[in-house]
């Protein structure tokens, strides 16, 4: 293979600890299967606007685009999230990023390690064997409609705007994964309410005859959120809108026993971008305690997706799956039956991970 060009880009709070982990791993398995990878860095987020003053520099934007593949870490702040007034946020380069880069498609694999079954909230019995695909449409709804205030500032409001195209484009991805798992694809909307949700089940039941092969289900929003804590086996490949999308993965996280845990990678017609679904964990950031397993397993959807490299991926996930075997953890995955000698701070989770490559 070529030489490959990814950018780091860690941004806020434990994007920094943990992003710095999963260049580890891709150095380890470049060593190991003889690949070349060179990296630069770049900045987002409220590091950026305390550098520059721009959430999103373009100095960041133009390395993106040169860049092979991204590996990112979190966006966000306290200091923004108590000031609801603030006009510049570190938000905001996260989402022009994916607008600016056409990342329309969000995917995030829901996978429970048998290892974790006692990490979750939810009964073992009900999570074992849980393995869902998640598409979340990336740049339409609320998040990039119009939004404002009125009368004086006491009426608030955000526009849900969606295209036709907007929605085929990931409704195609959706239905091609799932015909290479086991061709069942729930679409989510809330259609008996909201008309943007009405256009997005229109297109998939106009898209789903070109694909005999798949049974199609749909499902109101609400009644998926209690479905995946009921039976999350019954899912297989779920695509639904952006606000939809980003609330429904969250829950989801509980299926895997942490936010730690779960990988996702925003792909389009350009340079991929991966990264852990967690936040910024300010509460946490500079402990040497943030879980970098899923900044690990981002690596290893960023070797699959943007350099075809299925092997070297499926070597990154099966060192996760042996370290968890072998008893160590992270606080936020760890229970009452696992050894205070086993529970590993960042650093040295990501160096467990290491040695089983």
Not at 47 to 66: F, H, N, Q, S, W
Not at 246 to 269: F, Y
């Amino acid at each position: 293979m070529a030489s490959k060009h990814i950018l780091i880009v860690p941004g806020d709070g434990i994007g920094q600890e943990v992003t710095a982990v999963g260049k580890l791993v891709l150095d380890k398995i470049a060593a190991k299967f003889g690949h070349t990878f060179t990296y630069d860095e770049a900045l987002i987020g409220h590091v950026a606007i305390e550098a520059t003053g721009l959430p999103l520099p373009d100095e960041t934007l133009e390395k993106m685009r040169k860049s092979d593949a991204v590996l990112f870490g979190a966006v966000g702040h306290p200091k923004y999230d108590n000031d609801p007034t603030a006009k510049v946020r570190p938000e905001q380069g996260l989402l022009k990023m994916r607008k600016e880069l056409g990342l329309y498609a969000n995917l995030r694999p829901i996978k429970l390690f048998d290892e974790l079954l006692g990490a979750s909230s939810i009964k073992p019995e009900i999570l074992k064997g849980a393995d869902i695909l998640f598409f979340r449409e990336l740049t339409g709804d609320i998040y990039f409609g119009e939004k404002g205030r009125k009368n004086d500032g006491d009426t608030a409001y955000d526009i849900a705007e969606y295209s036709r195209f907007e929605v085929e484009r990931i409704a195609r991805k959706a239905f091609e994964a799932a015909r290479t798992r086991r061709k069942k694809l729930c679409s989510v909307d809330k259609a008996n309410v909201i008309e943007t949700s009405r256009l997005w089940r229109e297109v998939i039941q106009k898209i789903a005859p070109e694909y005999p092969d798949v049974e199609v289900e749909h499902q109101f929003v609400d009644a998926t959120a209690m479905l995946l804590i009921k039976d999350p086996r019954r899912f297989d490949v779920v695509v639904t809108a952006n606000l939809f999308g980003d609330i429904l993965t969250d829950e989801a996280s509980q299926i895997a026993g942490s936010m730690g845990m779960l990988a996702s990678a925003s792909i389009g017609d350009g340079t991929g971008v991966y990264e852990p679904i967690h936040g910024s964990a300010h509460d946490i950031t500079g402990k040497g305690v943030a879980n970098p397993l899923a900044s690990i397993l981002s690596a290893a959807l960023l070797l699959d997706i943007s350099f075809g490299l299925k092997a070297e991926s499926e070597a990154v996930i099966n060192a996760v799956d042996k370290v968890l075997k072998a008893g160590f953890r992270t606080r936020d995955i760890a229970d009452q039956q696992t050894a205070a000698d086993k529970i590993l701070g960042t650093a040295a989770m990501g160096e467990q991970v290491l040695q089983f490559i």
